[in-house]
């Protein structure tokens, strides 16, 4: 171990290490009782549209931070292939007639289902 590594953790003259330990956990509580005026005052600054933009900056993140919101990496190109690309001329005949029978079949269904509750009262 390198030679003064160690110095920020020595106990000073007349101390114990109980006595640091017990400031420590203090001091751990008390922050915990704050936390909820601290945030709030924390959201307050980044909401605030008169203040210091670096204030609300600083602020904003802090919050987001605490939050479990974390910045994601933007991507141009990522949503350009989102979607369903349809064309007709990739299919054969049949197969664009069991495309068009699927949709007018959900149609039916539905309406019957409507019938069915209409004639009990239903108002779902």
Partial sequence: MAR?????????????RSQIARAYH???RLARLAAPEVMQSLIELA?????????????GF???DRAGVRPTDFEPDAGANEGFDFN???????ELEVL?????????????KEKVRALRGDSR
């Fill in 47 to 59: 909401l605030d549209p008169e203040g210091d933009p670096r204030v609300r900056s600083v602020c």
């Fill in 26 to 28: 203090e001091s751990k």
């Fill in 88 to 94: 007709p001329r990739d299919y054969t005949t049949e």
């Fill in 62 to 64: 802090g919050v987001l």
């Fill in 100 to 112: 068009e029978a699927a949709p007018k079949l959900m149609v039916e269904k539905r309406e019957e």
């Fill in 4 to 16: 003064g590594t160690r110095r920020a953790w020595r106990v000073s003259k007349g101390s114990t």
